[in-house]
């Protein structure tokens, strides 16, 4: 499976960014697809996952900023991030897993790092 990640780059905060990651060679129709980040010298932590049905999980720090979605018919994953603070600087990574996401985040496949940088 090959993810391919567009979007990232530089905005001040209170701006916004989208980031899509689109899948390329998926075994199985259902998967679980999701989203990364990594900030300097933290550990990379995931923060948004949804299933094939549309349902989401985030993680407590994006809520109500940073939106993910998808489009089945184009393996394709977004990422719509608003009110973004310094804070999420950092890189981004899209990740993804055969079958379901049963309550944790995707770690099968990688997708490149984007980055993304919030001034103040």
């Known amino acids: 499976v090959q993810l391919v990640v567009s979007g990232g780059g530089s905005v001040q905060a209170g701006g916004s960014l989208r980031h899509s990651c689109a899948a390329f060679?998926?075994?199985?129709?259902?998967?679980?697809m999701g989203w990364f980040r990594q900030a300097p010298a933290k550990e990379r932590e995931g923060f948004a996952s949804?299933?094939?049905?549309?349902?989401?999980s985030y993680a407590e720090p994006v809520k109500g900023r940073l939106t993910v979605s998808n489009d089945n018919s184009k393996n394709t994953l977004y990422l719509q991030m608003d009110s973004l603070e310094p804070e999420d600087t950092a890189m981004y990574y899209c990740?993804?897993?055969?079958?379901?996401?049963?309550?944790?985040?995707?770690?099968?496949?990688w997708g490149q790092g984007t980055q993304v940088t919030v001034s103040s």
């Open positions: 060679g998926f075994t199985y129709s259902v998967h679980c």
């Open positions: 990740a993804a897993e055969d079958l379901y996401c049963s309550g944790t985040y995707p770690r099968e496949y």
């Open positions: 949804i299933e094939n049905d549309g349902s989401t």
